[in-house]
């Protein structure tokens, strides 16, 4: 077993996971109720650099 390398992949997933909880907690806060439009945009901004952040960490390519 390769602990290197079982390290770094296990930091990345953890990262991962960090991630994530940005953006369950920015969606908490989008469906809370009305909130204006320009921190409503800056939700969604947050929420499309966690996505990508966690498809860069975990390997994947991101595609518009």
Do not use: C
């Amino acid at each position: 077993m390769n602990l290197a390398k079982h390290a770094d992949t296990s930091a990345d997933i953890r990262r991962a996971a960090e991630y994530a909880a940005g953006i369950s907690s920015a969606l908490t806060e989008l469906n809370r109720g009305p909130i204006w439009d320009r921190d409503r945009d800056k939700k969604i901004q947050d929420i499309n650099m966690w996505f990508t952040a966690i498809a860069e960490t975990l390997g994947y390519t991101v595609t518009a």
